[in-house]
C-alpha cells in the first residue's frame, strides 16, 4: 500500500532561524511527483514546492528546499529565514499510482503543525 | 485569473439529510478533485472527475457521489448524512495529469 508519514505532529522555530520537516513515504512506482503542501489558519491548501522523482538535483523554490532521497523514500522540506507567515500545517503528499497517478489524486501525511515564533 | 471556488464556506445539517456541495475549477482546469479533511483520518480522496467522467474514486460508500458538467464545474453530494460525515471538503482542479493542482478553501460541513 502506498503510504505518507509525517513523524513530527508539531514544531516550532524562532522567526529567522531554519527547520526541517521530515516526510517518508513508500512507494513501488518509479517515476512519481512529490509535493509539500501548506494550510495556514485560512484552510487554503497552497502548494509550497514540488520534485519530480527522476530529477536527482533537489528542488528550491526560494526559502523553501527539500532533501529527496529516493532510496531511502525520504523527501524533507527545510524552510530558510523562517517567517511568522509560515506558521502553518505542512502536508507532504504523493498521486496515488491506486487512483491513476495524476495530481488529481494525492495521498497524503497527518501534517506537521509548524510554528513560527517572534 | 480566478482560482478555485467552493460554495458555500459553512453548512449545517440534520443526521439523515442529504447536502451538496459545489466546486468552480479555474478556468480551463478539465481535472476536479474533492478530498475530506478531518482530525482523526486526516486528508482523503473521495473522487476525481476528468471531462465529466469519474476518474477514480476513493474509499468512500455509496453515500458519497459526485458529478461533473460541461463547464467543468462540480458537485458532490452526501446523502443520509451520519455525524462522521462532519468534516472540511475540499475540491481542487487541475489542467490534466501533470499539472499542478490548485485547492479552494473548503466548505465545512457539520452534521448535528
Known amino acids: 500500500a502506498q503510504t505518507v508519514t509525517q513523524s513530527q505532529p508539531e514544531m516550532s522555530v524562532q522567526e529567522a532561524e531554519t527547520v526541517t520537516l521530515s516526510c517518508t513515504y513508500d512507494?513501488?512506482?518509479?517515476?512519481?511527483?512529490l509535493f509539500w503542501y501548506k494550510q495556514p489558519p485560512s484552510r487554503q491548501m497552497i502548494l509550497v514546492i514540488r520534485q519530480e522523482a527522476y530529477k536527482q538535483q533537489n528542488a528550491t523554490e526560494n526559502r523553501f528546499s527539500v532533501n529527496f532521497q529516493k532510496a531511502a523514500k525520504s523527501f524533507s522540506l527545510k524552510i530558510s529565514d523562517s517567517q511568522l507567515g509560515d506558521t502553518a500545517m505542512y502536508f507532504c503528499?504523493?498521486?496515488?499510482?491506486?487512483?491513476?497517478?495524476?495530481?488529481?489524486?494525492?495521498?497524503f501525511g497527518k501534517g506537521t503543525k509548524l510554528s513560527v515564533k517572534p | 485569473k480566478a482560482g478555485v471556488t467552493q460554495t458555500p464556506r459553512y453548512l449545517i445539517k440534520t443526521r439523515g439529510q442529504q447536502v451538496t456541495l459545489s466546486c468552480s475549477p479555474i478556468?480551463?482546469?478539465?481535472?476536479v478533485s474533492w478530498y475530506q479533511q478531518t482530525p482523526g483520518q486526516g486528508l482523503q480522496f473521495l473522487f476525481e472527475?476528468?471531462?465529466?467522467?469519474?476518474?477514480n474514486k476513493g474509499n468512500f460508500p455509496g453515500r458519497f457521489s459526485g458529478r461533473q458538467f460541461s463547464n467543468s464545474r462540480s458537485e458532490m453530494n452526501v446523502s443520509t448524512l451520519e455525524l462522521g460525515d462532519s468534516a472540511l471538503y475540499l475540491c481542487?482542479?487541475?489542467?490534466?495529469?501533470?499539472?499542478?493542482?490548485?485547492f479552494g478553501q473548503g466548505t465545512r460541513l457539520t452534521v448535528v
Open positions: 503528499a504523493f498521486p496515488s499510482a491506486n487512483y491513476g497517478g495524476s495530481q488529481g489524486n494525492l495521498i
Open positions: 472527475y476528468f471531462s465529466e467522467t469519474q476518474r
Open positions: 512507494t513501488s512506482e518509479n517515476n512519481y511527483y
Open positions: 478556468s480551463g482546469h478539465r481535472s
Open positions: 481542487a482542479s487541475s489542467p490534466g495529469r501533470d499539472g499542478e493542482a490548485f
